[in-house]
């Protein structure tokens, strides 16, 4: 399993950016994909996921700004982040999980991508 994170830099306040997250070694449509993020001194948080079906789920911090998406045929889950904010910068990581009996289970981390948000 690989999850490979692409699209983070650095950008001004207010401008955007696309994460890419390209997953290999899974049955890709079957797991929910998400977005996580963790600054310095602060807990790794979840951004956003989207189900094998295309249903989000997006934080509150983010709504109306980032949007998720994934695209099944390219094995690859996006996030698209406009109007950045500072204390949106983060090291942001891809994820797979799924739904087991036993609540969610998950399958793999990708490296995670640096995204900077400063003038």
């Known amino acids: 399993v690989q999850l490979v994170e692409s699209g983070g830099g650095l950008v001004q306040p207010g401008g955007s950016l696309r994460l890419s997250c390209a997953a290999s070694g899974i049955a890709f449509s079957t797991n929910t994909m998400g977005w996580y993020r963790q600054a310095p001194g602060k807990q790794r948080e979840l951004v956003a996921d989207?189900?094998?079906?295309?249903?989000?789920n997006l934080a509150d911090s983010v709504k109306g700004r980032f949007t998720i998406s994934r695209d099944n045929a390219k094995n690859t889950v996006y996030l698209q982040m406009n109007t950045l904010k500072p204390e949106d910068a983060a090291v942001y990581y891809c994820?797979?999980?799924?739904?087991?009996?036993?609540?969610?289970?998950?399958?793999?981390w990708g490296q995670g991508t640096q995204v900077t948000v400063s003038s």
């Open positions: 994820n797979a999980k799924k739904m087991t009996m036993f609540g969610w289970r998950d399958v793999d």
């Open positions: 989207i189900s094998g079906a295309g249903m989000t």
